[in-house]
């Protein structure tokens, strides 16, 4: 039997239990479903995860059945990922993308660095998927900054978002360069990055994933060089509330829905809509990235689009 058979029965079976999620729930149409949705968009009352649970979306499950339910839903949404991201931010995705590249001015500029003896960044993008990031990063490096050396590995714990990555890497300068590396790895155990190796660690959109956000956010202190940063851009809270009325009234009506019609696949964007409630607020997140030993300059994050996401940063102290 082939190693990918035990994934694809799993895969199907997490997947039928949620078709059958779904076969129970009433029939939800367009214009009826902002009335519907009222209930649905916060988390049920249960903050504290009890021992040895966690969430996944608004449901509570094992902290062990966490993991695969995440690895079903982004295997399952894999070859519509950047459609369905397009589609669902009105292509502000790439607008936030593009700006935490700019803002992080990844690579070492001649002109502008003195020499260390070190040549480029090596940079770590977590959760990097489709390589979205990573190809920001490289090309930032290379027009922007003049450097050729910049280098990433994209780290991905889906071995079919990682697929989609390769594939798409191939309409790139890098696809057979050693600039940019792919590899299925566990943010939550990154035992194949030394200590103290890394310029750059950067996750976008994956960390509200992580069933142990608090185990990744350490990994990457310990991979991160001394004066090393930590960049993590992600959904967050909205501050206004006329606004996040709005916003909610879009992300679980319009989001699920356009999951289904387009990916054939209401329950994981429903499940991602989840999550993203879900996650801490700005202030929480913050805290946690204190909490691991970096320093936070300034406030500590940066909303974007009125806190729809943020970008969170810390440095490891030199
Ligand atoms: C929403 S996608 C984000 C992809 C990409 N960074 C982007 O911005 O388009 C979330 C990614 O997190 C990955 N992921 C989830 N849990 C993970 C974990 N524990 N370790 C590493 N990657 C994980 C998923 O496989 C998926 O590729």
Request: proline content about 5%; some cysteine; charged content about 20%.
């Amino acid at each position: 039997m082939s190693l990918q058979a035990p994934r694809q029965l799993l895969r199907r079976q997490l997947l039928q239990a949620g078709q059958k999620r779904v076969a129970r729930a009433p029939y939800r149409c367009f214009s009826c479903s902002v009335r519907q949705t009222q209930q649905q968009q916060t988390p049920p009352k249960t903050p504290q995860d009890g021992p040895g649970t966690t969430h996944f979306g608004f449901e509570t499950v094992a902290e062990a059945l966490k993991e695969q339910k995440v690895g079903a839903v982004f295997s399952s949404v894999a070859s519509s990922y950047d459609t369905m991201n397009d589609l669902m931010s009105l292509g502000i995705h790439r607008l936030w993308k593009d700006h935490f590249v700019r803002n992080l001015n990844p690579g070492r500029n001649p002109l502008t660095t003195p020499s260390s003896g070190e040549q480029g960044w090596n940079i770590l993008d977590i959760a990097g998927g489709t390589g979205d990031i990573a190809f920001r990063m490289l090309d930032h490096a290379s027009t922007i900054n003049n450097d050729a050396h910049t280098r990433v590995t994209v780290a991905d714990i889906n071995p079919d978002m990682l697929a989609e990555g390769r594939k798409r890497a191939l309409d790139t300068p890098y696809a057979r360069s050693p600039r940019l590396k792919f590899v299925e790895a566990n943010a939550e155990k990154l035992d194949m990055i030394a200590d103290s190796s890394i310029d750059l660690y950067t996750v976008a959109f994956g960390i509200r994933n992580f069933t142990h956000k608090e185990n990744a956010i350490r990994e990457a202190f310990r991979v991160l060089k001394p004066g090393g940063v930590f960049a993590c851009l992600e959904f967050s809270k909205v501050n206004n509330s006329v606004f996040d009325s709005f916003y909610k009234r879009w992300s679980f009506s319009a989001i699920p829905l356009i999951g289904q019609l387009v990916a054939g696949d209401r329950d994981s964007y429903q499940y991602l809509v989840e999550s993203i409630e879900r996650f801490p607020s700005q202030t929480e997140f913050r805290d946690m990235i204190n909490d691991a030993g970096f320093l936070v300059p300034g406030q500590g994050w940066e909303d974007l689009t009125g806190g729809i996401a943020a970008i969170h940063k810390g440095v490891k102290p030199a």
